[in-house]
């Protein structure tokens, strides 16, 4: 198994190599009924939040794609999370394909992912412009870090992209050691 996933953020083009030493056996444990039913609410502090997925077959067995959804099931974040090679440029053009229809419907074209997927295992994600909207976010991200202080909706936006970045890559590896 990779002791390593390449973690990017399609929008933005950020690049991180995230360890699998960053995931403590404790998180995969909570997470592992969740992705065994393909998803399903979020624990508390993360309540009122969705995860749902959906795995790859076919040409895309060995990868899977998930949301990240806030109230009313209105999706924050979507990631494709890919393990094995033979599903990587496969993969990798459901995600290029997903950004292209969110970008038309939001009249705000998403460049798709540039060049060829990086090496498995890999994770892409993709921001949605609702994630600006859910006040949420906030709340629980002021939870987790134990803020004192109110903070403007830029530092919130930031802080809760943020919390989400760590949940993406924490499902990415529950998942990748659940397909083993």
Do not use: K
């Amino acid at each position: 198994m990779a002791d390593t996933l390449t973690h990017l953020t399609l929008n933005t083009g950020h690049i991180r190599e995230s360890p699998r030493a960053e995931v403590g056996a404790d998180i995969l444990a909570r997470l592992a009924p969740l992705v065994a039913e393909d998803g399903g609410p979020l624990p508390p502090p993360f309540s009122g939040y969705r995860l749902s997925i959906v795995r790859g077959e076919d040409e895309a067995a060995g990868s899977a794609i998930f949301t990240f959804s806030g109230a009313r099931d209105i999706p924050l974040v979507t990631g494709l999370v890919c393990w094995r090679a033979a599903a990587s440029a496969d993969a990798w053009g459901q995600m290029a394909e997903l950004m292209a229809e969110v970008g038309a419907a939001a009249g705000a074209p998403l460049p798709p992912p540039s060049g060829p997927p990086p090496r498995v295992p890999w994770l892409a994600v993709m921001l949605w412009p609702t994630i600006a909207l859910d006040r949420r976010n906030f709340e629980v991200e002021a939870v987790v870090r134990r803020l004192d202080e109110p903070v403007d909706d830029r530092v919130a936006l930031d802080i809760a992209v943020s919390w989400l970045g760590d949940a993406e890559r924490c499902v990415a590896w529950a998942l990748i050691e659940e397909e083993g």
